[in-house]
């Protein structure tokens, strides 16, 4: 998950008390650093940090031919010197920079098998089908300007030598090599090109656009849905028009990427779009101004006395939009209004800063969450202030094996703080901070910064959140054996082999949670039903709710 970046390169990310906000913080999240840490990050990417000639023993003067791609060595030095730099000062532990970079280089082969790069006798030499092409003297083991330009040395000699890398893009080539450097990290840390780069900003922090969801088609861009309350709906389109024109310009033949690419715009500019409706021939001309659009993570429905509130995912509207429903769904629903289900099943995460907020709303005392890394700005501490938008009334929450990172967090800030159910199967175990790192190329780099803990102090990694009532242990088709456990639950000798286990049954088995509550994907018919049982009894909800921390509790043992 990260936090939005301007165009500088930056860590947004908390360092004041533990009770404030981290204003743009990942869970994923981005990190703020300290002004003393990105004053040396400006300095170790100075223009031209380290001449590739230095390193450069001796190359092959034969067979060597001007490069025909994009590719220039300067920008590419930088690029990975702004890699290295990174991992070396971000990364959650240290690593070693040669390996790394070796790792990276070594991936060259992948798209010409008779490339080869090895360390010996202090040199990095280059072969290509067996012959020496080329050698460089090897960095010091913490320089990470060097080793930048040494990266962009032997992709500059590699393209000069061989035909095969020819036909990749400078993009797929500086993809594959962070591919190879980044596979000796976590599974988390990532590198994402200008492209890929500008869509997950776009669906982190939003973007200039109309608040349509279209799909490219022969003959033009259908309209597959309009949002409520932006320019699209404003201006009257809706959904199964046909859009033929944008300013004027066909879009029959356009792709995917190229339509959106042409909704898309900056926020107040304007575009006229030529669209037919459903049903019938005649077009008609619509104006709009473009709005800054963030992607919809909350729909909020009433069923029966219940608020259901599905969250899909954590950007930086997410926490504004749930209060909203809250207090949408409240002068709805009145004095009818029993309790909250919030569906977290199938979410993989998003920004920490909008799980804490989202947690707090709810929690109105006490800790959410803390966060733990190598570096020192990665110590952080969030904790509740005291309100609570749900008004006290009883809080369920959904989670599933796709529940991961920022969901995982309100899901145990939620039980430890005893301030609802947690129902469901075991989550993800997602339980590092990511930061995100904007590179020389308009690229990005995500970086593994911290581990996160629960309030009551276990790491969720590798671990997840056990619900306080488990669903996955029983079949779907036997909905009515479940709800009937349930509400014998109140019995004192509960067995690990009856159909639905609590907290308390699992607490013995907490060194191995998934035996006692496997991971389920997609979650179970039977979690709603339990949510809709605990929220209409509340004695129940006590009885249940009284055993809320006694797995997090058991997991610290």
């Known amino acids: 998950m990260a936090l939005r970046l301007g165009n500088q390169r930056s860590f947004p990310w908390h360092t004041g008390p533990a009770s404030a906000r981290a204003p743009h913080a990942a869970a994923s999240g981005r990190a703020r650093l300290s002004g003393r840490l990105r004053r040396g990050l400006r300095r170790s990417l100075h223009a031209g940090a380290v001449s590739l000639a230095l390193f450069l023993v001796a190359a092959a003067g034969t067979d060597q031919r001007a490069i025909g791609s994009d590719y220039n060595a300067y920008q590419a030095s930088r690029l990975f010197a702004a890699g290295y730099n990174d991992i070396a000062k971000i990364y959650i532990e240290d690593v070693a920079l040669p390996a790394l970079a070796l790792d990276g280089v070594h991936a060259l082969s992948s798209l010409d098998d008779d490339i ?18 080329g050698s460089y003297h090897v960095p010091g083991p913490r320089d990470a300007d060097a080793w930048g330009a040494v990266t962009a040395g032997v992709i500059d000699l590699a393209l000069r030598s061989s ?7 400078t993009e797929d080539i500086y993809a594959r090599v962070f591919d190879g450097m980044l596979a000796r990290l976590d599974g988390y840390s990532r590198y ?12 982190r922090d939003g973007f200039g656009g109309i608040g349509a969801r279209v799909h490219a088609r022969d003959g033009g861009i259908a309209v597959v849905s309009v949002r409520a ?61 473009r709005a800054h659009i963030v992607p919809k993570t909350v729909d909020a429905r009433a069923d029966g006395r219940l608020a259901v509130i599905e969250i899909s995912g954590f950007n930086q509207d997410t926490a504004h939009a749930l209060e909203q429903a ?46 733990h890394g190598r570096h020192a700005d990665s ?58 790192l904007r590179l020389p190329n308009r690229g990005e780099l995500t970086l593994t910064w911290a581990r996160f803990h629960a309030p009551s ?21 036997a909905l009515n054996e479940v709800l009937a456990a349930l509400t014998d639950s109140r019995r004192a000798d509960t067995r690990a082999g009856d159909p639905l286990p609590r907290a308390g049954d699992l607490a013995a088995d907490a060194g191995a949670p998934a035996a006692g509550c496997p991971g389920r994907p997609g979650g179970s018919a039977a979690d709603l039903a339990v949510a809709r049982r605990l929220l209409t009894d509340r004695t129940l909800y006590r009885s249940v709710s009284a055993d809320a921390p006694a797995i997090a509790q058991a997991a610290q043992q």
């Open 229 to 289: 309350g932006s320019p699209a709906a404003h201006a009257g389109l809706m959904a199964g028009d046909m859009i033929v024109a944008i300013d004027g310009s066909s879009a029959a033949a356009l792709s995917q990427r190229e339509a959106i690419d042409r909704l898309r715009g900056h926020v107040d500019s304007r575009l006229a779009l030529t669209v037919r409706p459903q049903d019938g021939p005649t077009t008609r001309t619509l104006r709009l101004r």
């Open 457 to 477: 102090g276990y790491a969720l990694t590798d671990r997840g959140v056990t619900p306080d009532v488990c669903t996955s242990r029983h079949p779907d088709t």
């Open 379 to 436: 110590h952080q501490y969030f904790t509740a202030r005291p309100d609570d938008v749900g008004d006290d009334r009883p809080v369920v929450v959904l989670i599933d094996s796709g529940s991961a990172s920022a969901a995982e967090i309100v899901a145990a800030a939620i039980q430890d703080n005893r301030r609802g159910v947690v129902v469901g199967s075991l989550s993800y175990g997602k339980g590092t901070v990511q930061t995100v």
């Open 326 to 371: 809250v207090a949408d769904l409240d002068a709805r629903m009145g004095d009818r209004l029993a309790g909250y289900v919030l569906d977290l099943r199938g979410n993989p995460g998003g920004l920490l800063d909008q799980a804490v907020d989202v947690a707090d709303l709810f929690v109105r005392h006490g800790r959410i969450v803390s966060t």
């Open 163 to 169: 035909d095969a890398l020819a036909g990749y893009s």
């Open 116 to 133: 080869r790069v090895a360390r010996t006798d202090g040199e990095i030499v280059v072969r290509l089908d067996g012959r020496r092409i």
């Open 192 to 203: 994402a090109g200008a492209d890929a780069a500008r869509e997950n900003r776009a669906s």
